[in-house]
């Protein structure tokens, strides 16, 4: 897949965590919230998964060769989703900062990795903004969520 086509399907990615959090803001509906969890973890669980390595590249010769993460790395990739099968247990708004947070370390994790100096700007340009609109998604949400109506 070429990385333009990576860049539009990253993009489209944002349209659940944009509709969802419109919609929250409309409704307050509790399954827009539970909605807006799940594939916000989903799609965590996922970049997390996509960032361990090792990865294979093709040489100059047309032989593959590994790219190794050290163990460190790949401990610090996959570190964020170990305990998201314990968000049932906490409140609501522990599992949004802490979605919110885990992002954001993701990206600061993929800059780190030797495989981001060989991706395009546009992908990199893309991860960081697509990086900023979830972290904002999940402020406004935690804010809705923690909102008190004013009474007049």
């Not at 100096?117 to 949400?141: N, S, W």
Request: hydrophobic share 55%; aromatic share 12%; charged share 10%.
């Amino acid at each position: 897949m070429s990385s333009s086509h990576h860049v539009k399907l990253g993009y489209l990615g944002l349209l659940p965590f944009l509709f969802l959090t419109g919609g929250y803001f409309l409704t307050e509906a509790d399954w827009l919230l539970q909605s807006f969890i799940i594939y916000s973890i989903s799609i965590l669980s996922f970049v997390a998964g996509s960032l361990w390595q090792p990865a294979t590249k093709p040489s100059a010769k047309g032989e593959v060769k590994a790219i190794s993460q050290s163990h460190t790395q790949a401990w610090l990739v996959v570190l964020v989703t170990l305990p998201l099968p314990l968000s049932v247990f906490v409140a609501e708004s522990v599992v949004l900062i802490c979605l919110a947070l885990s992002f954001v370390w993701l990206l600061a994790l993929q800059k780190r990795l030797a495989s981001w100096l060989e991706m395009t700007p546009d992908y990199q340009q893309m991860r960081g903004k697509i990086t900023a609109v979830v972290f904002v998604c999940h402020l406004f949400m935690l804010a809705q969520l923690n909102h008190t109506p004013v009474v007049v």
